[in-house]
């Protein structure tokens, strides 16, 4: 296995090879280039819908995208990432489902959502897309995301507002709804708000109840670095995606039910939201979850907020004994697979905290480690799996500027 270092290519460098490889493809320079960052989850995955809260971070890592315009009613993509192989594909203009390859559908699904909601003009006649990203794919940092957000500002480089905070909202939520729409490998919204929207001068705080983003402290201020520990990079990792995909429709269901935004915004959640299954068994729904089901996935969604916002208030006390104890915390969720002994592993060799990256989404663990100790810790761990270290990261950004 391997030690996987931060890439020797600073940013710029990245753009100029994806500038490059555009024009190798397609014989002409890009319109546009973009890039966005790696994202890692630090507490509150798989609560978005609840309306919970997610503590994300952004990555040094980040992906490049060029486009440019085609003529005859074509979408095609080429994406490459390291230790997987090159991918190429292909999708008729507005028809997602006619995609040759599952990344075809998914950024061609985002392509027919951004002409759909009036970000890309209708009058688009095809494009050519080319992804490059030094985001290990199945190291749970988002490199999928990353690739969505970087292609999301490259479209909509003409607008003048592109840097601010609302327009980039509206990306984000286009950018959701197409992967989740389009995509088998869903997963988190979260990733594309971050990606977009956040500063990368700390952990963004993401609070669907009201839609708010804020920023706590970077971890890294208590002496800390961070790694994401796998047994092998280079895959997408769909993971349980099905079942949290059930998960999200029934809390998505119950919300509709009861009229709220938000499942946080209704008292006595849990016991009105079993009440309601029961009156659906009662009349003979045979779609609805059991009772304890039911049960179950509202209180993860609350137990999962409230940690995710006292890991917030960790971070913002400096409280760090509380901080690594509630990332220690397991999941509550039953049913979800997770890594247990590879976070383990990592505790025993000096991890002073360790958590899935993802859970449900991905093998890899996130690993926060003293300083002091971080070298070692990785050099063992990278005997054995892939490693590599999360630096921060800042926000997705417009790269048209030709490097001097």
């Not at 630090?42 to 060029?66: C, K, M, Q, S, Y």
């Not at 075809?104 to 990203?133: E, F, Y």
């Not at 059991?290 to 916002?309: G, K, N, Q």
């Amino acid at each position: 296995m391997s030690l996987w270092p931060a890439p020797d290519a600073q940013p710029s460098d990245l753009v100029e090879r994806a500038r490059k490889e555009h024009e190798r493809r397609v014989g002409a320079q890009p319109a546009h280039v973009a890039s966005a960052p790696a994202t890692w989850i630090l507490a509150g995955e798989n609560v978005d819908h609840f309306g919970g809260a997610t503590l994300i971070g952004l990555g040094g890592l980040r992906a490049a995208v060029a486009v440019s315009p085609r003529d005859d009613h074509k979408l095609r993509f080429a994406a490459s990432a390291p230790g997987s192989e090159p991918v190429l594909a292909t999708a008729p203009l507005g028809d997602p489902d006619g995609a040759d390859h599952p990344l075809g559908k998914r950024w061609a699904g985002l392509v027919h959502q951004l002409i759909q909601r009036q970000v890309l003009s209708r009058d688009t006649a095809g494009l050519d897309v080319t992804v490059v990203s030094d985001i290990p794919l199945g190291a749970g940092l988002g490199a999928l995301w990353a690739a969505d957000s970087a292609m999301c500002l490259a479209l909509a480089a003409g607008h003048g507002d592109i840097n601010d905070a609302p327009f980039r909202a509206r990306l984000a939520d286009i950018a959701a709804h197409a992967v989740e729409t389009y995509s088998s490998l869903n997963g988190l919204r979260s990733r594309h708000t971050a990606a977009l929207r956040a500063t990368g001068n700390g952990i963004a705080v993401i609070d669907y109840a009201d839609g708010s983003l804020t920023e706590a402290p970077h971890p890294t201020r208590e002496g800390v670095r961070i790694f994401s520990v796998a047994e092998a990079f280079g895959e997408a990792d769909a993971g349980q995606v099905e079942g949290i995909a059930t998960h999200r429709a029934f809390i998505s269901a119950a919300c509709a039910n009861f009229g709220v935004h938000s499942l946080r915004k209704l008292p006595d959640a849990i016991e009105r939201v079993v009440e309601w299954v029961q009156a659906r068994h009662t009349v003979g729904d045979t779609t609805a979850p059991a009772p304890e089901t039911a049960r179950a996935w509202v209180h993860f969604c609350e137990a999962e907020t409230l940690r995710s916002m006292a890991v917030a208030r960790a971070l913002r006390s400096r409280h760090t004994n509380d901080l690594f104890a509630l990332v220690n915390s397991p999941t509550e969720l039953r049913g979800l697979n997770i890594p247990a002994e590879l976070v383990a592993l990592c505790r025993e060799r000096g991890a002073l905290a360790a958590r899935p990256a993802a859970t449900g989404t991905s093998r890899a663990v996130l690993a926060i480690v003293p300083r002091r100790d971080a070298d070692e810790f990785a050099r063992r761990m990278a005997e054995q799996f892939d490693v590599v270290e999360i630096t921060p990261g800042a926000t997705a950004r417009l790269e048209d500027a030709p490097a001097s």
